[in-house]
């Protein structure tokens, strides 16, 4: 019967907590800069020891597999983006309680809806009781007139 003396514990846990320092850099590494790698990797392999089919199908499915991945997350935040604007639409004519954009508490009706386009392209929904400008996961209660 085996055991783990504190010291193997000690060395195993500096061994874990070095391979997830050097991981944690990949893991910024975007969609264009991990497929540039894998392009350098496969143009400046050893032509006297080409990588094997096998590497190359289980790299190509890698591809594949995050491009598909990056489609469905541009899709679902579409899809989230759009049924913010459709929730947003059902709260006009509506009672509200909000936080407003200048950080103050906001009670009135919602007269209209906006959306604003960030530099990143992504999408802010705003309502409006009045004069004031309310981000819509800034209400806090939702009455009917």
Do not use: C, W
Request: aromatic fraction near 2%; avoid cysteine.
């Amino acid at each position: 019967m085996s055991s783990i003396t504190s010291a193997g514990s000690t060395t195993q846990t500096a061994e874990s907590y070095s391979a997830s320092s050097q991981n944690e850099g990949f893991s910024e590494l975007n969609i264009d800069e991990f497929l540039q790698l894998l392009i350098t990797e496969m143009q400046n392999q050893d032509p006297m020891d080409p990588m094997e089919n096998s590497e190359m199908l289980q790299q190509i499915g890698q591809i594949r597999e995050i491009g598909a991945t990056d489609q469905l997350t541009s899709t679902l935040g579409n899809l989230a983006a759009s049924q913010e604007l459709v929730t947003a639409s059902g709260l006009i004519g509506r009672q509200v309680e909000a936080l407003a954009d200048d950080s103050t508490e906001v009670s009135g009706v919602v007269d209209r809806i906006t959306v604003q386009t960030n530099e990143d392209d992504s999408r802010n929904v705003k309502v409006h009781v009045g004069e004031k400008t309310i981000d819509i996961r800034n209400i806090r209660q939702i009455d009917s007139v």
